[in-house]
């Protein structure tokens, strides 16, 4: 055992000082790989995290959200159904829900009007989510004015602030009264936004749905699972553009490690001819090889994983930071909770390092058998 | 095959070197699950209190999308968005760069179902 451990280790010398000589050639092609790798796993681990987390969070979402359609667009909920929805068998608690959007001109921000139950307002007070507080500099005490639906000014104290904690939910939430709502919206009385259903049996969450389409044809109900499954989707991490661009430089990279590794350069050649003229067998020429595919593959595999760690973990992701900010003014400013599947490693590690390793052993062993006096020859 | 000797006393062979970096590599990819749980027990009052909110304010999405009306609450948009000028089209905002179109839109039988 001792005697096979020293001729590996002879070996992978000998391999590594065969880097070395052709420095410049195998540091681009270390650095290209670990880019290759790390923004993979970036995106994977980014995507799963973030789906992770919007599960968790979104358990406790409403039941059931029944919104009102007419002509196939959203419209006002009678306040009044929320008697015939109590009525369905199973049905918990219903209630009416006030929400609204406000795009503010002044800074070009979408803001998220509610009115909350949990959260009782004076008139003339507003809670206001922490990345509006952060974005517009807005604190506990100061005014801000919002237009009404029919051009007047109506001024609202901020009473308090969300917790950062909870940013990721409520970063552009702004809580509000009822009468203040109705005001700003010009939403009658005898309206609401949507309504919110809670369910004894999450098991008959379907069959309400159901019979809520059946009782009311004009309703549209969104079960909790749905909602849970959008971010299941949006955030598959085999989806989007971000995925499709990487897709195409991964493609590159096949392309530049395949020809790197399965075309033997003449220098390469004569090294093997000349390793063989020396009393090397083939076998030993191909654990050569293969320890440096492997060394290559390992080290960046291993090395661009870190750095996708590092990247979405410990700072904001900036790779993905543009393209979830987008356009919009307020962002939440939240640290992702780690999240790691193993599988999807795994999944990486295979199609990665597997490949390339075992596409610098097959041109070697095709060297390797050739007479060493023909390749030192050509 | 002939092995040479190493360098009696001289300086570390490649291979410990090499070894030695890869054994902390190794080790580092391997902090990488110990670290993540130890994150994520940081993060559970964090969690929790996204929970509470969610729960108390009958929250339905993440803040995450705020740029357009109906990338902010995806749960809650008709069934043409976010890419809601045709179901394939491309989006224009720049989060049409991270989203798909939802596999629900793709079942119509959920469609016949619950929105009649």
Known sequence: ?378 | MIFIPPAAGGDMRKSTIYFSFLIVLFLLSGSIFFLSSAQRRNAASDLEEMGRTVKELELTDLSLFMEARYTRHPSQSDLQTAFQDHPMAMEHFPSGSLMKVPEVMRESSRYETLDR
Do not use: C
């Not at chain 1, 419209?75 to 929320?82: A, E, N, R, S, T």
């Not at chain 1, 075309?263 to 003229?277: C, F, N, P, T, Y």
């Not at chain 1, 067998?281 to 595919?293: A, L, N, R």
């Open chain 1, 1 to 378: 055992m001792k005697r096979w451990i020293d001729k590996q280790k002879n070996i992978i010398d000998f391999t590594l000082s065969s880097l070395l000589r052709r420095k410049g050639k195998n540091t681009a092609l270390f650095l290209v790989y670990t880019l290759i790798v790390f923004l993979l796993a970036s995106v994977m681990f980014y995507t799963y995290a973030l789906k992770k987390e919007a599960a968790l969070i979104l358990q406790n979402a409403p039941d059931i959200v029944v919104q009102r359609t007419v002509a196939g667009r959203h419209d006002l909920m009678p306040v009044k159904y929320v008697e015939e929805m109590r009525k369905i068998r199973g049905v918990n608690t219903a209630s009416p829900r006030l929400w609204g959007y406000y795009y503010d001109p002044r800074s070009r921000a979408n803001f998220t009007l509610m009115v909350s139950e949990s959260h009782p307002l004076p008139a003339g007070d507003i809670i206001i989510g922490s990345g509006i507080s952060r974005s517009l500099r807005a604190f506990r005490g100061d005014m801000m004015t919002f237009r009404t639906h029919d051009g007047d000014l109506l001024t609202l104290q901020v009473s308090d602030i969300l917790s950062t904690e909870s940013e990721l939910v409520s970063a552009d939430i702004i809580l509000m009264a009822e009468e203040d709502f109705r005001d700003l919206s010009g939403m009658a009385k005898e309206y609401a936004t949507d309504l919110t259903l809670r369910v004894r049996n999450q098991e008959e969450l379907r069959t309400i749905a159901g019979k809520i389409a059946d009782l009311l044809p004009g309703m549209r109900p969104i079960i909790k699972d749905e909602m849970l499954r959008t971010y299941d989707s949006v955030f598959d991490w085999r989806s989007g553009m971000v995925v499709l661009m990487i897709f195409s430089s991964v493609l590159a990279f096949i392309i530049f490690a395949w020809d790197k590794a399965s075309g033997l350069s003449a220098e390469e050649r004569k090294e093997i001819g000349i390793l063989k003229a020396i009393g090397w067998e083939t076998s030993d020429v191909i654990v050569m090889k293969f320890w440096e595919g492997a060394v290559i593959s390992l080290t960046s595999f291993l090395t661009g994983m870190v750095l996708a760690y590092i990247h979405i973990f410990f700072t904001p992701a900036p790779l993905f930071e543009g393209a979830l900010k987008g356009w919009s003014v307020l962002y939440p400013s939240f640290r992702l909770t780690p999240f790691i599947n193993p599988y999807q490693i795994a999944t990486l590690f295979f199609l990665t390092v597997v490949p390339y390793t075992v596409a610098t052993i097959v041109p070697s062993w095709r060297a390797a058998t050739v007479d060493p006096d023909s390749i030192m020859r050509s």
